[in-house]
């Protein structure tokens, strides 16, 4: 029977495909501008502030370089973390979706929250407000993470990024960001493990991917145009720390939905040996801290 998440995938595989996308993408914004939907603003500003607690509770001075990976369309983490006090920051990405009018929208959403940011930075809401004012960053797109200076950055920040980084390319990824951040700088990422198809199309459970070979997975992957590495909070720990960072502290818990979820699923031999417990996890929060002077 044809899903919507079928017909999801597959109309997103074709605009893949359609030649200069992005002026198309930039045009359509033009005459139809993009229309949020408040749920997932609440949603990322309270990812934004967990992040930023995170940070904090981790006792990192929260100055200097901020870095973030995947910084898509709406930098709203960003602006959080520089009214908390980060001098400069960098956004980097693979493609090209940020503009004037999403950092004018970060910079509203941030707004909202200021009393929440001033509490975690312990600053005035009064200096929090003039630090929103004075907002500037760098767009690195595409990405290079080799063109980072070695050692210059302290504050590495990804949110819903890692689970569409091919596997084949994790351990790179992360070798590189270990070797831009400073002796004593922290990555912090928030990595959403749920199948990405379930969010258009509730029909299907949030753990419905784990069904799929590898191989029937990659097809997919390739016909939609889409990238979700399937791993799960245990491989993601793995991966973080064979980067030679110091893992300070790991947020996961099962989602009860997920959990039910799995007891009617008859997922792939791939994911057997995994405990439920991981497989039901769909969002994980990482605070890793570079300890050696590497
Ligand atoms: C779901 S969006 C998240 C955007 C933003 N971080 C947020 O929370 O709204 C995923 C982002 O990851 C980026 N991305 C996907 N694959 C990546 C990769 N291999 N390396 C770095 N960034 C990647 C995409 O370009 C996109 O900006």
């Known amino acids: 029977m044809i899903k919507r998440w079928h017909r999801n995938g597959a109309v997103q595989g074709l605009k893949s495909r359609i030649p ?23 949603y990322y500003l309270d990812n934004a502030l967990t992040m930023a607690r995170a940070v904090r509770n981790a006792g990192h001075p929260m100055r200097g370089v901020y870095l973030e990976i995947g910084a898509g369309w709406t930098p709203v983490m960003s602006v959080v973390f520089y ?36 509490a975690i930075a312990g600053i005035s809401q009064e200096a929090a407000r003039q630090r929103l004012s004075t907002y500037h960053y760098q767009y690195r797109c595409p990405m290079d993470l080799w063109s980072i200076e070695a050692q210059s950055v302290d504050l590495i920040v990804s949110r819903a990024v890692l689970e569409h980084v091919p596997i084949r390319e994790l351990g790179g990824l992360h070798a590189g960001l270990a070797r831009a951040l400073k002796p004593g700088g922290l990555a912090v990422h ?78 792939n031999a791939a994911f057997v040996e995994k405990t439920p417990e991981d497989l039901a996890t769909l969002t994980s929060l990482f605070v890793l801290k570079k300890t050696c002077r590497a």
């Open 190 to 267: 928030l990595i959403d493990h749920s199948d990405h198809f379930e969010h258009r199309d509730k029909s299907i459970s949030r753990v419905n991917f784990l069904r799929f070979s590898q191989r029937t997975w990659s097809a997919i992957e390739m016909l939609t145009a889409t990238s979700q590495n399937r791993l799960r909070h245990s491989d993601h720990a793995r991966a973080l720390k064979q980067s030679g960072l110091t893992l300070l502290h790991e947020d996961g818990r099962p989602d009860p939905g997920a959990l039910d979820a799995l007891t009617s699923l008859k997922i």
């Open 20 to 42: 200069f996308k992005g002026a198309l993408r930039r045009l359509k914004r033009h005459y139809f501008p993009y229309t949020p939907r408040a749920g997932n603003d609440e």
């Open 83 to 118: 009214i908390a006090g980060y001098d400069e920051v960098v956004l980097c990405d693979l493609d090209p979706f940020l503009d004037d009018e999403g950092v004018a929208r970060a910079k509203s959403l941030a707004a909202t929250v200021i009393d929440d940011i001033s």
